[in-house]
């Protein structure tokens, strides 16, 4: 009997080592299979879109769903029916927010998010003069308000209007929906988009403007395609892979690998436009804020309207959203309002946890915008800190 050779018995222990390899390839994908299967029964999302208070891990598990598939589990035709975060930021109806009249009956309305009502309360709180209307939507960039201001019939009723800018969602002025850049919240609403050529401010409506065209054109397929089309096109944070369902949305571990490609997406995007460090002037999210900015103040004047700036330094970005704007702001002698001459954005604690300014910044921030509206209407005389040099 002939003793096994040396290349026999290294072709025995590459076969064993191969076995061993293909069982324990075998396990992981079988814990893999079990772990996605058990995520999903744990922390299935609340079926029904009016659910507004699903628990920490259902909503972190869900975050990565597609944003199509998260807006059909969410809209249902019916309004009284839908997610309610489907039916907030629609152009039309534009939805202004009036409060109590002064006795001097004059208004000021503020274009923008949250930052805005927050302003708008405050204002409204303090001020002897002035009458705070809000045209909002969760989230809002910058051309979205711009788009608010366009349609708003209501405005030309006041004296005043403020258009709310803040660098922490200025990259997303190249969106034409909320849909396609905010991950974390399944928003619907559209705004319109802004390019320049060859140095002239050209706009692009979206393909909807309201809650109920939205919910049709989702249950359409041809006139759902037809709309995303219009996003690929208009939109530079529109992703296929984030945007569009598949039947990869059952997966907890491919909605994990969403996530986390949406957010180096995200910080890639802004890392090229205006981060905590400074600005790109050369970049073109920073050249449109510039270009809305100073056409808002210029259709606002030819309206008899006072346009003033509202500029949110979000906590960490410095004054950097203030120096992107403030050679226009100057040249234009645009009257503004930027928080970081009123609160340090470096400190913490001027801020409450979700991001917006304390109850008393708010206020300060309020005080600054009375008295620029009370020198801009003549009511108030002396030195202007917060008007731009007209040149």
């Known amino acids: ?36 299967i058990g995520v999903n029964l744990l922390f299935a999302y609340p079926p029904d879109p009016r659910d507004v208070n699903p628990n920490r891990l259902q909503m972190y598990f869900d975050y990565g769903r597609s944003m199509e598939g998260r807006l059909r589990r969410g809209t249902r035709a019916d309004p009284k029916l839908t997610a309610p975060i489907t039916l907030a930021g629609w152009y039309t109806p534009l939805v202004a927010v009036q409060r109590e009249p002064k006795p001097s009956g004059q208004v000021v309305t503020i274009y923008g998010n949250s930052q805005s009502v927050r302003l708008a309360d ?16 969760p989230g809002a960039t910058v051309n979205w308000a711009y788009g608010a201001f366009l349609r708003d019939e209501g405005a030309k009723q006041g004296e005043a209007v403020v258009l709310t800018i803040m660098p922490s969602n200025l990259p997303m002025i190249r969106t034409m929906s909320a849909m396609t850049w905010n991950t974390s919240f399944a928003m619907p609403y559209t705004a319109d988009v802004f390019e320049l050529e060859n ?33 690929a096109r208009y939109d530079s944070f529109y992703d296929a892979f984030l945007m569009e369902k598949t039947v990869l949305d059952h997966s907890t571990i491919v909605r994990l690998l969403r996530r986390g490609w949406a957010q180096r997406r995200d910080a890639r995007v802004r890392q090229s436009s205006l981060n ?9 999210s ?10 808002f103040a210029a259709k606002a004047r030819l309206q008899g309207l006072v346009p003033v700036i509202y500029i949110v330094n979000s906590r960490g970005y410095g004054d950097q959203m203030f120096r992107a704007l403030v050679d226009t702001l100057e040249k234009h002698g645009i009257p503004y309002v930027s928080s970081h001459l009123v609160v340090d954005p470096n400190d913490p604690r001027n801020y409450l946890p979700d991001s917006h300014f ?34």
């Open 1 to 36: 009997m002939s003793l096994p050779s040396s290349s026999t018995s290294s072709s025995e222990t590459a076969l064993i080592g191969r076995r061993r390899a293909l069982k324990l390839s075998g396990w992981v994908l079988l814990f893999l299979i079990v772990f996605d």
């Open 122 to 137: 405050a204002l409204q709180n303090s001020s002897l003069s002035y009458s705070a209307r809000t045209v909002a939507a």
């Open 199 to 231: 140095s002239e401010l050209v706009r692009h409506k979206p393909p909807y403007e309201t809650f109920e065209d939205y919910a049709s054109r989702l249950d359409d397929k041809a006139a759902w395609h037809e709309a995303r089309k219009v996003f």
């Open 276 to 284: 905590r460090r400074g600005f790109n002037p050369a970049d073109d």
């Open 286 to 295: 920073v050249e449109i804020a510039n270009a809305i900015i100073a056409q």
């Open 358 to 391: 304390t109850d008393a910044n708010d206020q300060k921030l309020a005080n600054a915008l009375d008295r620029v509206l009370n020198i801009e209407l003549g009511q108030l005389t002396g030195p202007h800190q917060y008007r731009g040099a007209v040149q």
